[in-house]
């Protein structure tokens, strides 16, 4: 079953994972357990979600430990790549 994802009034719902308060926000934390929150935080639609958060600040140069380079996405994919099929 794929995970619902519902940005209003209405919880999120993941697979059958109850949700412990209703929540106007996006903020997974209020809406599941931690078990829950932790089997969300797992799949790659959140994972993806995360993801362009940090790009978009990385993006607008607003993060604290990196810096962004569109020169070397090439370079870097790459080496993401290399790391993967080694695995």
């Given at each position: 079953m794929l995970p619902v994802y519902v940005q209003s009034d209405q919880p999120f719902i993941y697979n059958n994972l109850k949700p412990t308060t209703k929540c106007n926000t996006m903020n997974i934390v209020n809406v599941f357990s931690p078990e829950g929150?932790?089997?969300y935080l797992r799949t790659l639609p959140a994972i993806r979600e995360r993801c362009g958060q940090v790009f978009e600040?990385?993006?607008?140069?607003?993060?604290?430990?990196?810096?962004?380079?569109?020169?070397?996405?090439a370079d870097v994919a790459a080496f993401c790549t290399k790391i993967i099929q080694v695995r």
């Open positions: 929150t932790a089997a600040l990385a993006q607008q140069d607003k993060l604290e430990y990196f810096e962004y380079h569109p020169a070397k996405e």
